[in-house]
């Protein structure tokens, strides 16, 4: 398992430097990743993770289509903010969906870490479609996915995996800079469009 466990972090690396630069072959890298770590995830019994994953197989064709189609006249999509109302409901989701997550998998699994491990699939789900529409706050939620990660897969002897997600961390806090960038690159650019047609 460690081979695929090496591969999977080695397409995770790629998916979120190739995501951070707004390139769109970050959907079918990060396709590779979430199959493989379906198989991690399940040998060590972080069900969760694996449900997140099998979740994730479809979000990547999903992001891949959003990106391309999904902007203004369905062409690229621009990196945009969540309104404050969006961003409380979001967090909200969050807490009630870990809450209902780990009482399912505490009850009805041999889950190892049941709440911790709802959480980071909930709160990566949420991170995932947030991502998938080019929201700013997705790198919020991925940065506090990555520190419980972290802990979470170093506990379970998932050696390569909380390397990943300290990786990971450092990625996201870079991909959030960037993207914070790259909004405010775009809207001055609005901005002098619409100077020159008025």
Known sequence: MAA???????????????????????WPIGLVQVV?????????????????????????????????????DRDELPVTRLSLPQAIAWCATVVGGTGLWGLAMATWTDAASPFVDAFIAVA?????????????????????????GIGLFYQRELYPTAGLYAVFLG???????QWRKSMRSEANSELLAEGETS
């Open 4 to 26: 695929i466990e090496w591969i999977a972090a080695l397409a995770g690396l790629i998916c979120v430097w190739l995501t951070i630069r707004q390139n769109v072959w970050c």
């Open 36 to 72: 493989l770590f379906v198989f991690v995830f399940f040998q060590a019994r972080l069900y969760s993770d694996v449900i997140l994953h099998v979740v994730y197989i479809f979000l990547q064709f999903y992001g891949w289509y959003y990106w391309l189609y999904g902007g203004r």
């Open 124 to 148: 990566s789900l949420v991170a995932q479609w947030l991502l998938a529409r080019k929201k700013l706050e997705s790198w919020y939620f991925w940065i506090v996915v990555d520190v419980v």
């Open 171 to 177: 990625l996201a806090t870079y991909g959030c800079l």
